[in-house]
């Protein structure tokens, strides 16, 4: 959620992919078109073995491909290699209460909302609240 604050540079962005690599509990898949076009990332973890959850997050980077389902589809490859190869029984998904379409998402793919961290972030300078989604196996 928060890489907005950053400046990005191909540099910062292969340092960040090689800690996500070298991790023991977090994995990172590209998102790409049928064409073979890298269009976004979605990231699972951190894991938790021990009590069988983890988190994910997704962004498509150019808005060309927004609401064209790639995210749906991703989320929805992730989901099944979550729960049936590494065998987890919850995955978490915060989103700010102002990204409609993800939340729209989540609903479509069946997570409901567990509860909101009030006022988590700053968006646009004001103190905005993050909304944590659930789905179970």
Known sequence: LEARHYKHTLGTQKKYISGITNSKNTIIFGIFTN????????????????????????????????????????????????????????????VYCNNIASIKLLKKLGYKKEFTKKKHFVFNNKRIDVLVFSKFK
């Open 35 to 94: 064409n073979n076009i890298h269009i976004g990332i979605i990231k699972i973890g951190p894991i938790d073995n021990i009590n069988k959850t983890t988190e994910i997050s997704y962004l498509i980077g150019d808005k060309n491909y927004h609401r064209k389902g790639y995210s749906f589809d991703s989320i929805k490859v992730c989901e099944s290699f979550i729960f049936n190869k590494l065998k987890l029984a919850k995955i978490n998904a915060g």
